[in-house]
Each structure stands twice: as structure tokens, then as C-alpha cells.
């Protein structure tokens, strides 16, 4: 489903009713429809109206809400007049997860997986888990998820409201708006900060390495124009005003300042790169072959031997097995140029691994 893009503050959104509802008519046998609500930039999709469509057709609705596990606690903040997007179980999902470990205080790969309703049997998930789980779960995950519910359900409202609060007064304060104004289309996480760091002549990609380096501050990711950091109810004021003077301090730092490379066609190329590319080999046969290492300029015909893509978002452009094509090696080196990291990709002399006998 095609998720859409705010070209004013140049970030992806997250898929619409309307994609939803051509994907169920496209594909009348799925048994469910599954969306990413927050994406990365906190933005939200409108997850009632797709439930609605979803639940007409008589389908189940699975969200992957990694980034939103604080959401639900939002309400306080709501109410009092501030944007703050409700979560996915109160707008009608029938599956949600969320990954605690990212803006609960819960230990990392401790997660959540909700059910609500009727159209999907508790018994039944239950029995399937049980198949893949470990029969000895780790019970400092556990209790990590259990604190973290815990504590969010006594103080979660109260610290996002003070959260949400304190990053208002520092906006005011720094004079400086991480991203002014609404981005069209879809809600916004506030305690999400999108840093649009373009303006100072450096990428996000730089910026993320100058403010771990020089302020010890590191960032939950980057691209190009922005660089993301995630605010939570634990950080202080003064902690988020070192933050955004920080941030600020990009436009005088001693940088190598320059044009930056013309990004225009970048979301064209990641959307190139994650296209499903020809399978020459079965992923299982792929990795049993021998292989060697060519640069990614020259790998087109090849099958590779590896796992590669841009990351973020980490999804692989190809798989062991999959025939590089011209359009996919050039994507990637263009990916490179704007500055992305590119996973399964030696840095150095920008090498791929193929396979050597095909
Ligand atoms: C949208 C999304 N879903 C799922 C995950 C994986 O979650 P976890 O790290 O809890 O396995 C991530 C990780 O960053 C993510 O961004």
C-alpha cells in the first residue's frame, strides 16, 4: 500500500483509508491488513476511518504501533487542548504492538502485543505464540513491562503533559521550532522531534554524527534533511534545552558547509530500491553457493549473496538469491551519495558480495 509523503516538511506518512481500501479491492482473499502507525517521524495514520473500511470488508486490523506505546496515555494532553494523536486499540485495531523498550521505561526487546474485541481469539494467538515462544521467558523483560504499565498508568498522563509543556517553553525560549507548523496530512507525536537541520547547510546524517560527537547526544535516526530525536518523560527541561540549543548550534559550528547534493528524486529512488527484484536462486540454495565481492557499481547481473538496503528504514532492497538489476545497483549508489548507510554494502570501495558461479 502506497503510504504518502509531506512534500513542505519532506517526510513520509503513513498510509491512507483510501490506499487501504484499493489494496482490499486488489486483493479480496486477504485474511488482514497490516499498517505502521507511528512511522518514524511520529506521524500517524487516521486508524479509525481504516478500521472502518477494514472491519466493512470483514477483515482484521493489525497495527504496528512500535513507536506509540506512550500514546494511549495522551488523553490528559488531549483534553487540554494540545495535538497529540489517540492510539490504535481506542480507534478500533484489532491487533496492535508496540515495542515498550522505545518511550516506555521498559528494558530493550520488551514489547507489548494487544488484542481487543471479538474478530480475533485470544486462545488461538495464544496456542500459535506457544509454538514459536521459549518456554522460559525472561522475567526482567517481563517485569520491565509490567513496571512500565505500572508507572504510566499512575504518572504517564501527568509526565506527558509536563513533557509536552516543557518542549513548548523551550521552542519559546530557543526560539527554535524543530518543525513549524502541521505537515499535511496525518497527526503528529509532539514529543516526536523532527530537527529540519537542511537550513544549516548539513545533513541530518552529519548533524547525528557532530552531536554525538561534540554534545553526547545521540539521535534516534536521520536522513538527508532532518535529523529525528525522541522525547521522553524522563528527559528534564534543562536536558531538552541542551537539546535544542545544541541543534541550534549546527548554523555556527565549524563545518565543511556546502550545497548540499540535489536530493530532488530521492523518495523516487528509495521507493525504486524497494522494489521486489527478480529471483534467480531460492533464498535456502543462495546461501549454500560460494562468493565473492564486487563493487556495487559493476554487481548488476549478479545474484547477490547477501542482505542489502538502505538503512533506515532497513528494508532489504535485496535478498540472497535476487538478480541485481542496473536500475537497483544505481539506486543504491545514488542512496549512498545523499548519505545513506548502507547495510550489507562494505563502506569501503562501496563492495557487494554476489554470488561467484552464476
Ligand atoms: C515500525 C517498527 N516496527 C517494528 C520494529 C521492531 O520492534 P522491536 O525492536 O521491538 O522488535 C521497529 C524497530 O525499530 C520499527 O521501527
Not at 545521540?218 to 528534564?236: G, K, Q, R, S, W
Request: charged share 25%; glycine share 8%.
Amino acid at each position: 500500500m502506497k503510504a504518502g509523503f509531506c512534500s513542505r516538511g519532506r517526510i513520509p506518512l503513513c498510509v491512507t483509508a483510501e490506499a487501504v481500501e484499493e489494496g482490499l479491492i486488489k486483493n479480496p482473499g486477504a485474511k488482514a491488513v497490516l499498517v505502521t502507525s507511528p512511522n518514524y517521524y511520529g506521524m500517524t495514520a487516521d486508524i479509525r476511518k481504516i478500521a472502518d473500511r477494514v472491519h466493512a470488508r470483514g477483515k482484521i486490523l493489525i497495527v504496528d504501533e512500535a513507536h506509540g506505546a506512550h500514546l494511549h496515555f495522551g488523553r490528559i494532553v488531549r483534553e487540554a487542548g494540545v495535538g497529540f494523536p489517540e492510539d490504535a486499540l481506542q480507534c478500533g485495531a484489532d491487533i496492535v504492538v508496540q515495542s515498550a523498550h522505545k518511550t516506555l521505561p521498559a528494558m530493550t526487546q520488551a514489547a507489548y502485543l494487544h488484542l481487543k474485541g471479538e474478530r480475533v481469539r485470544a486462545l488461538r494467538m495464544e496456542t500459535i505464540l506457544s509454538r514459536m515462544q521459549t518456554t522460559s521467558p525472561s522475567w526482567l523483560l517481563l517485569a520491565s513491562l509490567d513496571h512500565s504499565r505500572d508507572f504510566f498508568a499512575r504518572e504517564g498522563g501527568r509526565r506527558l503533559q509536563k513533557l509536552v509543556a516543557a518542549l513548548e517553553s523551550v521552542r519559546r525560549q530557543t526560539g527554535f521550532d524543530p518543525f513549524p507548523g502541521e505537515a499535511e496530512g496525518g497527526f503528529r507525536d509532539p514529543t516526536r522531534l523532527i530537527f529540519q537541520v537542511e537550513k544549516f547547510g548539513v545533513t541530518g546524517f552529519e548533524a547525528a554524527r557532530y552531536l554525538a560527537r561534540h554534545h553526547c547526544i545521540h539521535a534516534e535516526m536521520a536522513d538527508p534533511f532532518h535529523l529525528v530525536c525522541i522525547a521522553t518523560v524522563f528527559h528534564t527541561r534543562k536536558e531538552l534545552q541542551r537539546l535544542f540549543r545544541s541543534v541550534s548550534a549546527l548554523s555556527s559550528a565549524d563545518f565543511n558547509r556546502r550545497e548540499l547534493p540535489d536530493f530532488t528524486g530521492m523518495a523516487d529512488v528509495l521507493k525504486r530500491v524497494a522494489r521486489i527484484p527478480p529471483l534467480g536462486m531460492e533464498m535456502y540454495l543462495a546461501d549454500r553457493q560460494p562468493f565473492k565481492e564486487v563493487p556495487l557499481e559493476e554487481s548488476d547481473g549478479y545474484m547477490s549473496a547477501g542482505m542489502v538496503g538502505p538503512y533506515p528504514p532497513g528494508i532489504p532492497a535485496l535478498l540472497p538469491g535476487e538478480i541485481i538489476t542496473r536500475e537497483c545497483s544505481q539506486d543504491l549508489v545514488k542512496a549512498r551519495a545523499f548519505g545513506w548507510e548502507l547495510q550489507g554494502v562494505e563502506a569501503e570501495g562501496l563492495k557487494v558480495r554476489v554470488l561467484s558461479r552464476f
